[in-house]
């Protein structure tokens, strides 16, 4: 099956934590990259952090030195690490190929809310 499930969201005050996971089938994950997207009330979907296969990662400004991606390429599964959270970080966020990113096929995603 093709399958992506994130999950690990949650409420959390200003410069609160929380670590995301996604859990991806075999032939979304293999040889491929992966990404961490979000979506704010209001807004655009933003890639906000990508891991490659070989794990060389990038990272959107908003979030660089807060947040961590990181791939477990024998379980299939990706995570990303937020720290010192703001409450513009407040957002579902998905993790997605590029490819299936391009062709628009998400999954549930997950709530981020930052709140006091």
């Known amino acids: 099956q093709v399958q992506l499930v994130e999950s690990g969201g949650g409420l959390v005050e200003p410069g609160g934590s929380l670590r995301l996971t996604c859990a991806a089938s075999?032939?979304?994950?293999?040889?491929?990259?992966m990404g961490w997207y979000r979506q704010a009330p209001g807004k655009e979907r933003e890639m906000v952090a990508s891991i490659s296969s070989d794990g060389s990662t990038n990272y959107a400004d908003s979030v660089k030195g807060r947040f961590t991606i990181s791939r477990d390429n024998v379980k299939n599964t990706v995570y990303l690490q937020m720290n010192s959270l703001k409450p513009e970080d407040t957002a579902f966020y998905y993790c997605?190929?590029?490819?299936?990113?391009?062709?628009?096929?998400w999954g549930k995603g997950t709530l981020v809310t930052v709140s006091p």
């Open positions: 075999e032939s979304i994950f293999y040889n491929n990259a």
């Open positions: 997605n190929t590029p490819r299936g990113a391009k062709m628009g096929y």
